[in-house]
């Protein structure tokens, strides 16, 4: 009988801490910026599939990913709350800026998708932040803070510009000297030719909407090769396929 107890005991505990640990699941940290170079973006793309083309914002500009509420070391919470699905309607007034500037480079695919995904799977997950508590404020917020940090200016503050190669460690420090606090700089990989091209920048934010540094988000401060130069593209990567006849 006491053996029952005991299994009772630990199913009840176990119980206990699912329940608990669920009504903590959507606890984070930071809010991580993340900004795109769309010529990265296009290359990944193109070589996921030669049937693949890319729609490119008008200007060579930065773009962005999304905002993404993160615990330390891990990803996510992720798809919070399913009763706020996601209303493109909502997002008329800023569809012209969004289009261009909150840009899925994936040409065909219908851009509402990319809006929808971000919504569903980070904003749902923001709400709880003043400034991001509904689908308008968190995408409006996002062209705020794309406005605010565009990594075009911060890196040409510190003299990194497109069509150069850089050390990944001077990039980082680059963004750190002009915006005084530790981003993260994501690389993708060239697997036939070996080269490193940048592709995302990710600055962090407290709740409070202050920057502050990424320390302890998931690999920080970079996937890059850091004994490798880096290429920030100033064209499409490899967009030259020669069509065999
Ligand atoms: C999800 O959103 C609905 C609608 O705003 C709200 O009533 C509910 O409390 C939210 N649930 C959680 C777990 O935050
Ligand atoms: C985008 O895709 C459509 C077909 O879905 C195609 O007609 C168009 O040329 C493509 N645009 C670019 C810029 O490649």
């Known amino acids: 009988m006491a053996k029952y107890n005991i299994a009772l005991c ?12 669920k009504r903590k699941s959507n606890e984070f940290d930071v809010l991580i910026f993340t900004q795109v170079w769309p010529l990265t973006a296009c290359f990944v793309w193109k070589e996921s599939s030669e049937k693949h083309s890319c729609s490119l914002p008008k200007r060579d500009e930065w773009t962005i990913h999304g905002i993404w509420p993160t615990r330390y070391n891990t990803l996510g919470p992720e798809f919070c709350n ?29 851009p509402y998708s990319f809006w929808g995904h971000e919504w569903n799977k980070h904003g749902t997950c923001a709400v709880v932040i ?9 995408f409006q ?38 915006l005084n606090k530790r ?3 994501m690389c993708v990989h060239n697997e036939k030719t070996g080269e490193l091209y940048v592709n995302e920048i990710r600055i962090c ?4 909407l202050q ?13 890059c090769d850091r004994s490798k130069q880096i290429t920030y593209p100033s064209s499409v990567p490899h967009d030259n396929r020669v069509v065999q006849i």
């Open 130 to 138: 003043k400034e991001l508590n509904n689908e308008y404020n968190y």
């Open 82 to 110: 399913k009763s706020l699905p996601f209303n493109p309607s909502v997002l008329a007034p800023l569809e012209s800026q969004l289009k261009e500037n909150w840009k899925d480079v994936h040409n065909g695919s219908n």
């Open 10 to 21: 630990i199913f009840l505990l176990s119980l206990l801490y699912i329940t608990h640990g």
């Open 211 to 223: 920057l502050v540094d990424c320390d302890g988000i998931r690999e920080f401060p970079t996937n």
């Open 141 to 178: 917020e996002g062209l705020k803070l794309l406005d605010m940090y565009n990594m075009m200016d911060v890196l040409a503050k510190a003299n990194i510009l497109p069509g150069q190669k850089y050390m990944v460690e001077d990039m980082l420090e680059g963004i750190q000297g002009v």
């Open 183 to 185: 981003g993260q700089i």
């Open 205 to 208: 934010f407290d709740k409070a």
